[in-house]
């Protein structure tokens, strides 16, 4: 149990004053882990969910990319501008505790998160998380946390915690991650793959010049300049679970470079 961790917003309504100060700056910011999901995860014809999805950048770029995205948030105040913002027709934002989720198991093929589970300091509260994203997902969920094994990265948030809630987040260890998915299969009495990977941390396809080229070469880029970085300096942690009635062929896997396995 990690319960000494200080997180500094962790209600509805909190999130609701935050989305408030943040959510045009979100949403006008680089959706880099959809152009990276775009290239390595998702294919034209998947369902997917995204959890905690706050401002919806992501989500958006990829409803362009995909069949459908259901964006999920407990955040109404984050779901009601989303909806607002005129979002793609494939795109639906619903306000819904991800603790409870109010959809029939298997429902999507690909589900995710980033910086979600970095706002719950207990574990038990995780395992539910786990669980119910498992029950959800058809063939891969992915969840992507703060990396505890980026020294420098988790100093900053602490030097920046000091002053600014938003900072207060719990950072994960790579081992902690794997223990979460191995208990959470074993309790779901399911068979599956688990698999880290690193995102982030290396963005220079996205800036500078970077920036021009179109967004599908710069989420290949980003595949590659992934895969080539140690795991340690990655910004996020990625926990990747399939399984295994996916690994048996119901849906399409995603393609060989997004299976490599980077860890350890
Ligand atoms: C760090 S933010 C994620 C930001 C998002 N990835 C983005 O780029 O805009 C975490 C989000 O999780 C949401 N959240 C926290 N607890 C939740 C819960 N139990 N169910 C659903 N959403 C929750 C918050 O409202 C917040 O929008």
New binding site residues.
Partial sequence: MSSKIRIG??T?DA??A??AR?FER??R?IPR?GMWLARAYATSDCELL?????????SRFLSRHTRSVTC????AG?MEALRASNPPSNLRALT????NLEFPDRAFDLTF????W???SDDV?IAQ?FSEQLRVTRRSMLALVHNGANAPFHAMFQAKAETEK?YQ?RFFKPDELLEIANDGLAKAGVRGSVRLHGFGGVDWMHHGLGSLLPARLQGSLAALAYRLRPLRVAESLVLEVTPEAAREGVTQSPPPDAREDLYP
């Fill in positions: 917003i962790d509805p999130w609701d935050e989305w943040w979100y949403s910011g882990l995204e959890l905690g999805a706050g401002s919806g950048r992501e999920v948030d407990f955040s984050a819904m505790d991800a603790l998160h980033k910086g979600f970095s706002c719950f509260q998380l938003l987040v």
